[in-house]
């Protein structure tokens, strides 16, 4: 995911000010000394103008490109980023931050005028004066937008590094029917848990080997998907809506024995809930069929059937129907974004040896 990798590092408004009053006084006179001193100081005032707000411009500049623009990011991004931060209070901030890069050239560009055309010392020396007053000024006028855009950075850089791109299967059922497990049968390497961006809710991320290569990601979401979204907050609500645009596929986990301690009408009203919020296509998933009756699992795929959706039987402790599960997925809704990411990834391959 290239907008965290590129995340700059932002200053707060005096750590800025230290900088660039040590920048300018750093800038030692380069010019022989054999020239009168008023045009010995001329240069080196000169010299310091241009290399501190020159300097100042890459740092605002390399703030405004590196952090990520809203309107580029995936949707999923996009949506989780809008809960952990105010997109309006950001998107001044990066405006304020370019036209301050005017100011800054503008200022510059005076105190240039002004040194060139001094008479005397006193006068380098007051235009001196005129730009470091100026330009700390800048800064510290920027204070809150400084720390707006460095709190923002180090959230984001927080957000899970969830592929947007691999075709994803998102995990949704009661606790307790086998989600864990299922994901721990399906993923050929070690799943990756990340933090959701609020409270303590984590998602786990399992990743499937297809044709040699992870192109396939497992989401499970403890403590989101397995409960009632009436019970949700605002917060946890918006999280969640946050995969629609990430799940091209639902397996939703029912367990028709007794032990999960959920009964079946709770169970099937989650699935109610979550089929209605998601527009991805959901199974319906009849797990534990090593140790549930031959009754409990009819049952359940008499209401299921009732219901209109389609289920699969699994036995997630002993990893059994979950492969088979998930090459029916790929053949079915996962079908063309996987080839898509199969493309991409193979282009991207071919691109990096040719160069
Ligand atoms: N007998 C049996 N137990 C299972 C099966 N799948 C999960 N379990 C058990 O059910 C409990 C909850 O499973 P877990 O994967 O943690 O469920 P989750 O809360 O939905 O993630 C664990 O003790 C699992 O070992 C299954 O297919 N058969
Ligand atoms: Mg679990």
Redesign the pocket.
């Known amino acids: 995911m290239n907008f965290k990798s590129t995340l700059p590092y932002i200053p707060n408004a005096e750590e800025a000010v230290r900088q660039f009053i040590s920048k300018y006084r750093s800038m030692e006179a380069k010019s022989p000394t054999s020239l009168p001193g008023i045009e010995r100081l001329r240069r080196l005032e000169v010299a310091r103008v241009k290399g501190t707000s020159g300097w100042l411009l890459s740092l605002f500049r390399g703030i405004v490109y590196n952090m990520p623009f809203m309107n580029d990011l995936h949707p999923f991004y996009r949506e989780l980023i809008g809960i952990i931060i105010n997109i309006d209070d950001y998107k001044h901030s990066l405006g304020k931050l370019i036209n301050s890069s005017k100011a800054v050239s503008s200022i510059s560009r005076d105190a240039l005028r002004m040194i060139k055309y001094a008479q005397d010392k006193d006068e380098i020396i007051k235009a001196r004066r005129m730009y470091l007053s100026r330009i700390i000024d800048l800064i510290n006028d920027l204070e809150p937008e400084l720390r707006t855009l460095k709190e923002a950075a180090i959230k984001i850089s927080r957000l899970p590094s969830v592929s947007v791109e691999k075709p994803t299967i998102v995990i949704s059922?009661?606790?307790?029917?086998?989600?864990?497990?299922?994901?721990?049968c399906v993923s050929t390497k070690k799943p990756e848990i990340a933090d959701y961006p609020f409270t303590t809710k984590q998602i786990i991320i399992g990743h499937v080997k297809v044709y040699g290569m992870y192109a396939v990601q497992v989401i499970?979401t403890?403590g989101l998907l397995?409960r009632p979204l009436s019970e949700r907050n605002r917060i946890e609500l918006q999280a969640i809506l946050a995969l629609r645009h990430l799940a091209d596929s639902i397996v939703f986990?029912i367990?028709p024995?007794q032990?999960?301690g959920y009964a079946l009408n709770q169970q099937l009203n989650l699935l109610k809930e979550i089929s209605q919020s998601f527009k991805a296509d959901i199974i319906a998933v009849i797990?534990?069929?090593?140790?549930a009756t031959e009754e409990e699992v009819k049952v359940v795929e008499e209401s299921l059937r009732d219901l209109g959706y389609p289920y699969r039987l699994?036995?997630?402790?002993?990893c059994t129907g979950t492969r088979e599960l998930i090459d029916e997925l790929i053949n079915g809704p996962l079908r063309d974004k996987l080839i898509t990411y199969l493309k991409i990834t193979h282009e991207r391959a071919l691109g990096a040896e040719l160069k």
Request: charged share 25%; glycine share 6%; proline share 7%.
């Open positions: 059922g009661m606790p307790n029917t086998g989600k864990s497990s299922l994901v721990a499970d403890p397995d986990m367990d024995t032990h999960s797990n534990k069929v090593d140790l699994t036995s997630a402790l002993k």
